[in-house]
């Protein structure tokens, strides 16, 4: 009985496609990756626009919801309190969202801004300084969480609202599509899906593992090699299995929590012991300039490259777009996971507190961590830029953390965290992707599932590191989620669609809350009108 909960099109079609573009890159490396940058760079450039628009437009449509009626929609039945605390609901969502990535990017995106500014800005001047601290809250604040929010918002209300116990984008996409989403379409759609986070996750691998092999070469002196890495993927997978088997609330929960704890301490400690004020200062400059500049930031698509006397950066593409387009990859998968773990709040808290504690969470991280690396660098303390291009990123990311009291302490606990915050993204990933290939959830989905797509997270990235082509994987899988902008469209009308007519035929409105009752109710008062007619013909 429960093999016949396996949706095995979606299934089979997942690894077909995974299997399809992976055992290429692993036959034809070069080729595969001339193939793969170049259809990311005619993406990039000639619909670069289209993602901008596309970040723009999500932020605006979740605030409308937010702040209308369909904000108020209860996630669940009447009375039912929230299914986690706040602390663990926001431990839950932030560590899947962002993962090890936020501990790489943090600590030293300013670089590549201080050394290639936007706005044609002089390099490594004044006015550069203030958009290196900038620029990376802006592309992990309020559009990055707003794209990861949007899927949320359909999912959870078939899941919780209508009662149907299926963890599915293609479900969740029904009132536009109809019963289309049944046959090779729905299948389609959740198969794209798939791949994305496959990819995506080969991404966080790609950033995370070298920079855990860094931090364990810093506390044991382990030389840094193929093998060192393939052992901490291997470590990551089994915490992140015994994560995902233990289930949601005993594995990923406990997981969350400690990680939020632990960022908590690091990131405490950095602002107590490293340049205060200067940090302080630094952070809330930055919110203002963000704030000043939001939708020139969000806009800006540099028309005016070599045109005459400009010279084109493609700052824009290498940056923004890119990580919409990362964000976009990512959304479904976050989306299906907050939608999982909202129970019991209402549509505007849902998506509220996503944006509002996603947005803090990745600002205390940039600020703190970001602007110490920064003041390291102009204050001359240490030369982060020069030992990152003899070096590289990973290795200036530990020796920025050697730089504070007590380095060899500080570096064990950023890298036992970069190991967590690796696993509960993933265990968060091979439960979302278990839930997809069942065709209904009931609970949690089937053990042997989530094991199954634990496992396959890691095989692929890790076969694929040993040709070094997890780079590859990273940009096929975000020129494949490509079709996942027509997705999203879809996912919003899907919403409006169905809250607006439950709440048009929903007898139990209050101001600040709706709970709309099953839809069923619906379909018998439309049963006893039919009955009514005929009696009143009858009695005529």
């Not at 691998?205 to 393939?230: F, R, W, Y």
């Given at each position: 009985m429960k093999m016949k909960l396996i949706d095995w099109p979606t299934f089979i079609g997942a690894l077909i496609l995974l299997l399809g573009v992976t055992v290429p890159l692993i036959i034809f490396p070069e080729a595969g990756k001339e193939v793969v940058s170049q259809a990311n760079t005619f993406m990039t450039e000639n619909f670069g626009v289209l993602y901008m628009v596309l970040g723009f437009v999500i932020f605006a449509f979740l605030i409308y919801v937010a702040f209308s009626k369909n904000g108020a929609i209860k996630l669940g039945d009447e009375g039912e309190k929230p299914e986690f605390s706040t602390f663990s609901w926001a431990a839950m969502l932030f560590a899947a969202g962002i993962g090890s990535s936020i501990l790489y990017w943090a600590v030293i995106e300013w670089a590549y801004y201080y050394q290639g500014p936007p706005f044609g800005v002089e390099p490594e001047s004044k006015e550069a300084i203030k958009w290196a601290s900038t620029y990376g809250m802006f592309h992990w604040g309020p559009i990055a969480w707003a794209i990861y929010t949007l899927p949320a918002l359909p999912i959870a209300y078939f899941y919780y609202v209508r009662k149907k116990p299926v963890l599915k984008v293609s479900e969740a996409v029904r009132p536009v599509l109809g019963d289309t989403v049944d046959g090779p379409v729905g299948t389609?759609?959740?198969?794209?899906?798939?791949?994305?986070?496959?990819?995506?996750?080969?991404?966080?691998?790609?950033?995370?593992?070298?920079?855990?092999?860094?931090?364990?070469?810093?506390?044991?002196?382990?030389?840094?090699?193929?093998?060192?890495?393939?052992?901490?993927?291997?470590?990551?997978?089994?915490?992140?299995?015994?994560?995902?088997?233990?289930?949601?609330?005993?594995?990923?929960?406990?997981?969350?929590?400690?990680?939020?704890?632990?960022?908590?301490?690091?990131?405490?400690?950095?602002?107590?012991?490293?340049?205060?004020?200067?940090?302080?200062?630094?952070?809330?400059?930055?919110?203002?300039?963000?704030?000043?500049?939001?939708?020139?930031?969000?806009?800006?698509?540099?028309?005016?490259?070599?045109?005459?006397?400009?010279?084109?950066?493609?700052?824009?593409?290498?940056?923004?777009?890119?990580?919409?387009?990362w964000w976009l990859v990512y959304a479904p998968f976050v989306g299906l996971f907050v939608a999982r773990i909202s129970r019991g709040r209402t549509i505007r808290q849902m998506i509220l507190g996503t944006m509002v504690y996603g947005t803090i969470?990745?600002?205390?991280?940039?600020?703190?961590?970001?602007?110490?690396?920064?003041?390291?660098?102009?204050?001359?303390?240490?030369?982060?830029?020069?030992?990152?291009?003899?070096?590289?990123?990973?290795?200036?990311?530990?020796?920025?953390?050697?730089?504070?009291?007590?380095?060899?302490?500080?570096?064990?606990?950023?890298?036992?965290?970069?190991?967590?915050?690796?696993?509960?993204?993933?265990?968060?990933?091979?439960?979302?992707?278990?839930?997809?290939?069942?065709?209904?959830?009931?609970?949690?989905?089937?053990?042997?599932?989530?094991?199954?797509?634990?496992?396959?997270?890691?095989?692929?990235?890790?076969?694929?590191?040993?040709?070094?082509?997890?780079?590859?994987?990273?940009?096929?899988?975000?020129?494949?989620?490509?079709?996942?902008?027509?997705?999203?469209?879809?996912?919003?009308?899907?919403?409006?669609?169905?809250?607006?007519?439950?709440?048009?035929?929903?007898?139990?409105?209050?101001?600040?809350?709706?709970?709309?009752?099953?839809?069923?109710?619906?379909?018998?008062?439309k049963k006893r009108s039919a009955l009514e007619a005929l009696e009143d013909k009858d009695t005529d």
């Amino acid at each position: 009985m429960k093999m016949k909960l396996i949706d095995w099109p979606t299934f089979i079609g997942a690894l077909i496609l995974l299997l399809g573009v992976t055992v290429p890159l692993i036959i034809f490396p070069e080729a595969g990756k001339e193939v793969v940058s170049q259809a990311n760079t005619f993406m990039t450039e000639n619909f670069g626009v289209l993602y901008m628009v596309l970040g723009f437009v999500i932020f605006a449509f979740l605030i409308y919801v937010a702040f209308s009626k369909n904000g108020a929609i209860k996630l669940g039945d009447e009375g039912e309190k929230p299914e986690f605390s706040t602390f663990s609901w926001a431990a839950m969502l932030f560590a899947a969202g962002i993962g090890s990535s936020i501990l790489y990017w943090a600590v030293i995106e300013w670089a590549y801004y201080y050394q290639g500014p936007p706005f044609g800005v002089e390099p490594e001047s004044k006015e550069a300084i203030k958009w290196a601290s900038t620029y990376g809250m802006f592309h992990w604040g309020p559009i990055a969480w707003a794209i990861y929010t949007l899927p949320a918002l359909p999912i959870a209300y078939f899941y919780y609202v209508r009662k149907k116990p299926v963890l599915k984008v293609s479900e969740a996409v029904r009132p536009v599509l109809g019963d289309t989403v049944d046959g090779p379409v729905g299948t389609i759609i959740d198969v794209l899906f798939m791949f994305g986070l496959l990819g995506g996750a080969g991404t966080t691998l790609a950033l995370g593992t070298p920079m855990i092999a860094q931090g364990v070469n810093d506390l044991t002196g382990i030389p840094v090699t193929l093998g060192l890495k393939s052992g901490i993927m291997l470590l990551c997978t089994l915490i992140f299995a015994i994560s995902a088997y233990s289930g949601l609330k005993r594995g990923i929960k406990i997981l969350s929590d400690v990680n939020l704890w632990l960022s908590i301490f690091l990131l405490a400690f950095i602002f107590i012991f490293g340049p205060t004020r200067f940090m302080s200062e630094t952070t809330f400059t930055s919110l203002g300039v963000l704030a000043d500049n939001f939708f020139r930031m969000a806009t800006w698509m540099e028309p005016f490259g070599n045109l005459g006397q400009f010279e084109k950066t493609s700052f824009p593409e290498y940056w923004t777009v890119f990580y919409w387009a990362w964000w976009l990859v990512y959304a479904p998968f976050v989306g299906l996971f907050v939608a999982r773990i909202s129970r019991g709040r209402t549509i505007r808290q849902m998506i509220l507190g996503t944006m509002v504690y996603g947005t803090i969470g990745c600002v205390l991280f940039f600020g703190i961590m970001g602007n110490f690396g920064l003041y390291l660098q102009i204050s001359g303390q240490f030369d982060a830029i020069a030992f990152m291009n003899d070096n590289g990123a990973p290795a200036t990311i530990i020796e920025i953390m050697n730089q504070l009291p007590l380095s060899d302490f500080i570096v064990l606990i950023f890298t036992v965290l970069a190991i967590i915050f690796l696993a509960t993204t993933f265990d968060s990933s091979s439960y979302i992707l278990a839930s997809v290939t069942q065709r209904n959830v009931e609970g949690e989905p089937l053990r042997w599932n989530r094991l199954f797509w634990a496992f396959a997270l890691c095989i692929m990235p890790l076969a694929l590191m040993f040709l070094g082509g997890l780079d590859t994987l990273q940009t096929a899988s975000i020129v494949g989620g490509f079709p996942l902008i027509a997705i999203m469209f879809l996912l919003a009308w899907s919403f409006m669609k169905a809250s607006n007519t439950d709440i048009r035929e929903s007898d139990d409105y209050e101001p600040s809350t709706i709970h709309i009752k099953r839809w069923k109710n619906r379909k018998k008062k439309k049963k006893r009108s039919a009955l009514e007619a005929l009696e009143d013909k009858d009695t005529d």
